[in-house]
């Protein structure tokens, strides 16, 4: 159960595009569409992003998108906030019938 | 609206074991797959286990397996978290979430979180 691998920081400023990727293997990314990102806020409980590798739940803002190549999922934040300003964390469904979790990125919005 | 808030957590000494619980409202509880999920203190997110809608199923990560206990009280809408032999490891913010489903789907709805401290 290795946790998948994510950049430890990202940065852009208001209004540009950032793409953060999660690497994993074919036990879990690359082998399940069930890939999801969390936003976590200082101090705050994560919040659900996209789920099943390109849904965005009920609320969520279409600025955030996710996709899937091989063992890598990407989150990409369009039109970049100061808001979007947080730490950034993938999850993925795996072949022993367990969770993981990246170790997340840190966003920074110049 | 879903509200899941954690209880129990506080200090506790190395080999020492502790229950968390979490009240759910808001949504049928017995409907639903429910996870627990901690976070060291500067950390990342750690997955810990899950429970199926019906407790049919629990699984664990390999860091507690053994040691933690996934349960549930839908009499009472709560979840618990039984943790045994703990760790300085297991020091963590620990927090419930519910799943989309009935069985192993991920991690939706999340509450505030409960810390435990493992220290002498």
């Known amino acids: 159960q290795s946790a998948l691998t994510q950049p430890a920081s990202v940065s852009g400023s208001p209004g540009q595009s950032i793409t953060i990727s999660c690497t994993g293997t074919s036990s879990d990314v690359g082998g399940y569409n069930y890939v999801s990102w969390y936003q976590q806020h200082p101090g705050k409980a994560p919040k659900l992003m996209i789920f099943d590798v390109s849904n965005r739940p009920s609320g969520v803002s279409n600025r955030f998108s996710g996709s899937k190549s091989g063992n890598t999922a990407s989150l990409t934040i369009s039109g970049l906030q100061a808001e979007d300003e947080a730490d950034y964390y993938c999850s993925s469904y795996t072949s022993s019938t367990t969770w993981v979790f990246g170790g997340g990125t840190k966003l920074t919005v110049l | 609206q879903v509200q899941l808030v954690e209880s129990g957590g506080g200090v506790v000494q190395p080999g020492r074991s502790l229950r968390l619980s979490c009240a759910a409202s808001?949504?049928?509880?017995?409907?639903?797959?429910m996870h627990w999920v901690r976070q060291a203190p500067g950390k990342g997110l750690e997955w810990v286990a899950i429970i199926w809608y019906d407790g049919s199923n629990k699984y664990y990560s390999d860091s507690v397996k053994g040691r933690f206990i996934i349960s549930r009280d839908d009499s009472k809408n709560t979840l618990y978290l039984q943790m045994n032999s703990l760790r300085a490891e297991d020091t963590a913010v620990y927090y419930c979430a519910r799943g989309d489903y009935g069985g192993n789907s991920r991690p939706h709805h999340w509450g505030q979180g409960t810390l435990v401290t493992v220290s002498s």
């Open positions: 808001g949504f049928t509880f017995s409907s639903y797959g």
